[in-house]
C-alpha cells in the first residue's frame, strides 16, 4: 500500500455572508511518499484480440486492488492561520 504523508496549511476568515470562520485558502503539501510495491493482482484486459496485463489498480475499484496498490493519505500537520477582520477588508 502505498502512503502519502501530506502538511494541509488553510487560512480562515470571516465575511458579511458567513459569520463564522471558514477556509478559503487550503494548501497540502506531500512530504513524504513509501510506496507500496509491484502490484501482486494483474489483470488481463482483451482489446481487439490482442490481451495485455495491467495492474490491478488501473483497472479495479479501490476495494479491489491488492495491497500493494491501494493508496492511504495521512495528514501529518494541519496549520490553521486566521486573518483578522481589518486585514482582510
Request: net charge negative; aromatic share 2%; hydrophobic share 35%.
Amino acid at each position: 500500500m502505498t502512503i502519502y504523508l501530506v502538511d494541509i496549511e488553510q487560512v480562515t476568515h470571516t465575511c458579511p455572508a458567513h459569520e463564522e470562520a471558514h477556509p478559503f485558502d487550503i494548501r497540502r503539501t506531500v512530504v513524504d511518499v513509501i510506496p507500496g510495491g509491484p502490484c501482486r493482482a494483474t489483470v488481463t484486459v482483451r482489446c481487439g484480440g490482442q490481451t495485455a496485463l495491467i495492474p490491478c489498480h488501473r483497472h479495479e475499484p479501490a476495494k479491489r486492488q491488492c495491497g500493494a496498490c491501494r493508496v492511504i493519505v495521512t495528514e501529518r500537520t494541519i496549520t490553521t492561520h486566521t486573518l483578522d477582520a481589518e486585514v482582510a477588508a
